[in-house]
């Protein structure tokens, strides 16, 4: 197209040239507000994670944040027996009203809806995809700073749906002390990476019995492989859960709220830090600038607790998107929203550990405002990639030969 402007973010025009892909990210029901999702996800079964998902909430509660469970197991819901919860959800013409625990945390379950919990859910793959969206679009959640979802094992048509479907700010894996762990993380962690969603942590359940007499520790699953496994796949935060009866007992008796250890708390203090944000747009008069590689100015926004604490606009000092992924991650930045990008730019940003929020236009202060409140309609995945039929210097659109893109300037 002769009279491209570059501005795929903002053009209607369906041509060759044109790769956004459509969002699948479904809106939260509109009375309530969700800053951060925590999915919880194993490559197999029967590892604890329904465990690990209740004390990370319990957790977070204790630290004075809004804490919901969203039991995005379907087939095999263990949320509302760990805490104790008999009461079936009720509704109003808004929506669907969630179950709370003794101490106020927010949850939804499918043994929340069925008349028995011992009743089987026997459904077929796309409508168990679609209640899991359904719990997310009309239950009323309220206004939540930490959102876990206790997902389904493995990398199925479920997790899929939960990535595609809602904003997994990042994913904490669940393990146990086996020889094939490495092939079964690997499965968890390449999925994630195929989604661009970061891997907070990885935790080994199961990992260790202490002698109550003496307090030897024994391996009862074998020695582990835990620390060799988060180095394989740079996963920096590893957490190990002991074989603790009491724990076990608590889990049982519906009082998981009462447990007392502090296996956890390295991993929660980093599920707290996403909270803690630097984010940066392209910027322009005060809207999103649509064209990353040739952006002039970004708008700098810190935030904490998520609230925003400072706003800087900085100019690089640099251009294509290499070299601007490496700007961005100089000024400690973690997440970009932006308009029209190319999948070489998103692959240099994620390589740098930023996440980017693609498909955006507009005004920022507004888009920076739906992103706190977890209402960001976005894609991570390439929005252009106008430069795909020639990347030579001489078809370089930015208009200089000198140019660190290399001819492909988003």
Same mark, same amino acid.
């Given at each position: 197209?002769?009279?491209?402007?570059?501005?795929?973010?903002?053009?209607?025009?369906?041509?060759?040239?044109?790769?956004?892909?459509?969002?699948?990210?479904?809106?939260?029901?509109?009375?309530?507000?969700?800053?951060?999702?925590?999915?919880?996800?194993?490559?197999?079964?029967?590892?604890?994670?329904?465990?690990?998902?209740?004390?990370?909430?319990?957790?977070?509660?204790?630290?004075?944040?809004?804490?919901?469970?969203?039991?995005?197991?379907?087939?095999?819901?263990?949320?509302?027996?760990?805490?104790?919860?008999?009461?079936?959800?009720?509704?109003?013409?808004?929506?669907?009203?969630?179950?709370?625990?003794?101490?106020?945390?927010?949850?939804?379950?499918?043994?929340?809806?069925?008349?028995?919990?011992?009743?089987?859910?026997?459904?077929?793959?796309?409508?168990?995809?679609?209640?899991?969206? #359904?719990?997310?679009?009309?239950? /009323?959640? !309220?206004? =939540?700073?930490? $959102?876990?979802?206790?997902?389904? &094992?493995?990398? %199925?048509?479920?997790?899929?749906?939960?990535?595609?479907?809602?904003?997994?700010?990042?994913?904490?894996?669940?393990?146990?002390?086996?020889?094939?762990?490495?092939?079964?993380?690997?499965?968890?962690?390449?999925?994630? #990476?195929?989604?661009?969603?970061? /891997?907070? !942590?990885? =935790?080994?359940? $199961?990992?260790?019995?202490?002698? &109550?007499?003496? %307090?030897?520790?024994?391996?009862?699953?074998?020695?582990?492989?835990?620390?060799?496994?988060?180095?394989?796949?740079?996963?920096?935060?590893?957490?190990?859960?002991?074989?603790?009866?009491?724990?076990?007992?608590?889990?049982?008796?519906?009082?998981?709220?009462?447990?007392?250890?502090?296996?956890?708390?390295?991993?929660?203090?980093?599920?707290?830090?996403?909270?803690?944000?630097?984010?940066?747009?392209?910027?322009?008069?005060?809207?999103?600038?649509?064209?990353?590689?040739?952006?002039?100015?970004?708008?700098?926004?810190?935030?904490?607790?998520?609230?925003?604490?400072?706003?800087?606009?900085?100019?690089?000092?640099?251009?294509?998107?290499?070299?601007?992924?490496?700007?961005?991650?100089?000024?400690?930045?973690?997440?970009?929203?932006?308009?029209?990008?190319?999948?070489?730019?998103?692959?240099?940003?994620?390589?740098?550990?930023?996440?980017?929020?693609?498909?955006?236009?507009?005004?920022?202060?507004?888009?920076?405002?739906?992103?706190?409140?977890?209402?960001?309609?976005?894609?991570?995945?390439?929005?252009?990639?106008?430069?795909?039929?020639?990347?030579?210097?001489?078809?370089?659109?930015?208009?200089?030969?000198?140019?660190?893109?290399?001819?492909?300037?988003?």
């Amino acid at each position: 197209m002769s009279d491209c402007s570059n501005g795929c973010g903002s053009c209607s025009a369906d041509c060759a040239d044109r790769t956004a892909p459509q969002s699948f990210l479904e809106e939260v029901n509109e009375l309530s507000s969700v800053k951060k999702v925590i999915g919880i996800v194993s490559g197999k079964g029967g590892v604890g994670k329904s465990l690990v998902t209740s004390l990370l909430a319990v957790m977070m509660n204790r630290r004075d944040y809004t804490t919901a469970i969203l039991d995005a197991d379907i087939t095999g819901p263990s949320i509302p027996k760990a805490f104790g919860l008999e009461e079936k959800a009720a509704g109003t013409e808004a929506g669907i009203l969630t179950v709370d625990t003794k101490t106020g945390i927010r949850t939804m379950s499918v043994n929340s809806l069925l008349e028995n919990d011992t009743d089987p859910v026997v459904w077929r793959g796309p409508v168990i995809a679609g209640t899991v969206k #359904q719990f997310w679009t009309e239950v /009323i959640w !309220g206004d =939540v700073d930490f $959102m876990f979802i206790d997902m389904p &094992p493995g990398t %199925g048509d479920v997790p899929l749906t939960v990535f595609q479907s809602i904003p997994v700010d990042g994913i904490v894996i669940v393990t146990s002390p086996q020889e094939l762990v490495s092939m079964i993380v690997g499965k968890a962690v390449k999925m994630a #990476q195929l989604m661009n969603i970061p /891997i907070l !942590g990885i =935790v080994e359940n $199961m990992s260790y019995f202490s002698c &109550p007499d003496c %307090g030897k520790k024994y391996s009862v699953f074998g020695e582990s492989h835990i620390d060799e496994v988060a180095k394989q796949y740079n996963i920096e935060n590893v957490s190990r859960l002991p074989i603790n009866p009491k724990l076990a007992a608590a889990v049982d008796k519906g009082m998981i709220e009462l447990f007392d250890g502090t296996w956890l708390d390295g991993l929660a203090d980093l599920i707290e830090s996403t909270l803690n944000v630097k984010l940066a747009v392209p910027y322009e008069n005060g809207q999103i600038f649509q064209h990353f590689g040739h952006t002039e100015q970004f708008e700098i926004l810190e935030i904490r607790q998520g609230e925003i604490v400072s706003k800087d606009i900085i100019t690089p000092d640099c251009g294509g998107h290499s070299e601007l992924a490496g700007f961005l991650a100089d000024n400690q930045v973690s997440v970009l929203i932006c308009g029209g990008i190319g999948g070489g730019a998103i692959s240099a940003l994620s390589e740098a550990g930023i996440k980017v929020l693609a498909g955006n236009s507009g005004d920022i202060d507004q888009l920076v405002d739906l992103f706190l409140k977890g209402g960001l309609q976005s894609t991570e995945k390439a929005t252009c990639d106008h430069h795909s039929h020639d990347h030579s210097e001489e078809s370089c659109q930015c208009g200089s030969s000198g140019h660190g893109c290399g001819g492909s300037c988003h």
